[in-house]
């Protein structure tokens, strides 16, 4: 399985004795797979396989699958349903007793959803020829699944490179933090001694308690735990990128972990040029994690 997107559109067509359809495919984003199969009536024993189908080739999504018949000239035509003629019957008859209304008319009882249907002839009284009406529509359906992969890893592969570009970014803003926090102490005992002299008027600063100052802020303001672990989210960010195998999650979820390593580095910098580089870094995580988010 390569790296694959969770949008995607696809659509295949068939035939069988004389029947003419076409399926409809399409995927987003969603955090589990789910699936909405929209069939004609008569249709409703293909929901199973369908499901099965696509289990067998997607991980996550949601789809929307539509089957549209288009029946040839030499078999339109319309049918009455007799069972749901007799059930409306039925109905009507206890109706028009318990209320004492007229009894309900013939045209009244046919404009009834599913009274009349659409004819397909001996295709729906034959157990056999249904069943092979409904193996021709699966073996369609796969064809547009087969098709709606190669969206989706086509979209994928785009996806990988968009967010490869995003990790060296990543990786650069780091790189420009660890800098910039590596000359902090010396920012920090700088910018303590000026403020000391200016508090005690130019007098003398003890030299011993300027540096225990300088120690305590600079513990204070260390991120290099921050830039460790953001450096080695960065080296798995690019491992499950490489992977491909249904890494949406565990990329969704590391985009969490880099937000949190930012949040934390921009709240202890006291440095403005750090500060800047980390927000810097917040907006390509922000960005990172909202591609991720379209990963199977």
Known sequence: MTFASMTGFAESTG???????????????????????????????????????????????????????????????LAVDAVALASAVRIAREIAAETGLAPARVDGLLALKGVIVADEGAVLQDPMARAQRDAALLESLAVAFDRLVKERCGEGAKLAALLSAQMDEIAKLIGEAARLAAAQPGALRARLSAQIKELLDAGPVLEERLAQEVALLAVKADVREELDRLTAHVQDARALIKDGKGVGRKLDFLAQEFNREANTLCSKSSDIALTRTGLALKAVIDQFREQAQNVE
């Open 15 to 77: 035939s069988h004795e004389g029947l003419r359809w076409r399926w409809e495919t399409k995927s987003v984003n969603s955090r589990s797979l789910d699936m909405r199969l929209r069939t004609p009536p008569g249709y409703d024993g293909l929901e199973a396989p369908a499901r099965r189908l696509a289990g067998e080739r997607f991980l996550r999504g949601a789809f929307q699958i539509s089957l549209m018949i288009e029946p040839q000239e030499s078999i339109r035509g």
